[in-house]
């Protein structure tokens, strides 16, 4: 399994390809493995700095996630073409570019996404957020786009039977023979008092970490396919510091491991 958070402590605006090579070297000293970019990194960069970020996406197994704006992707089709650039030029060949579909729109975005050229298609993905989980699944199968299940969404939704186990693994098979990713992340306790807010799930700065080793656990004795694990918490919590210190001393983690 690869890991990785979604905040790195780079807070720059990207004028030119080698912030997204200072952002890649920011990763791999924080010992991530995966790399959540933004889309304003999508441009066409030089071909020397093309190839300093191949090179190090290369040397260090760097899997790229790009998240889209949360917007309807039929609205956004440039944006989607610069950032399938972008990983096409980098040789990303296991980067993902993160859509988010409005519920209420699930089938016409998933036809419409799933109509665009191999060349975008092949990277994209759709985040679990507010839709019941079987119509994305359903989804998911008939317009083969992966779906990437975020613990932090299906939790909010307060789903019955609750069974982000099962939820998960079924996420996990959409991906084919890609390498299926994951979200984990804990919910923003501040937004508690605020309905909408609550229904929406903000990410809180921290980590639960001790919820995230059982789930993790779970689909290791569930015999989950290997992942790889976004987590989205700021870089800097030690909470999360602890998480990967010790997924990367056990592997998959185990529920045992917390108490050895
Ligand atoms: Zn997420």
Known sequence: M????????????????LRLYAHCMAAVHAQHGVVRIPHTYAHAYDPITRQLITQVINDHALRLV??????????????????????????????VIICHVPAARTNDEWQWMASLPASITRYLAVEHTLQPIDALLSAAEEFTIPVVFDWLHYHMLAPWPYAPVDVALK?????????????LSTPDTADYGNQHR????????????????????????RRAPTCDIEVEADAGSKALAHFLAQCRRHGPPQWHHLWA
């Open 198 to 221: 609550h229904i929406n799930g903000r990410h809180a700065a921290y980590l639960d970490w001790v919820t995230h080793m059982y789930f993790l656990g779970q689909l290791s004795e």
């Open 171 to 183: 996420c996990c098979a959409t991906w084919g023979s890609q390498r299926p990713l994951i979200h």
């Open 2 to 17: 690869r890991y990785g958070s979604s905040r790195l402590a780079i807070t720059q605006q990207p004028t030119n390809g």
């Open 66 to 95: 790009i998240h889209a704006p949360i917007i309807p992707p039929s609205t956004m089709q440039d944006t989607l073409e610069r950032c399938a650039q972008l990983l096409s030029d980098i040789a990303s060949h296991d980067g």
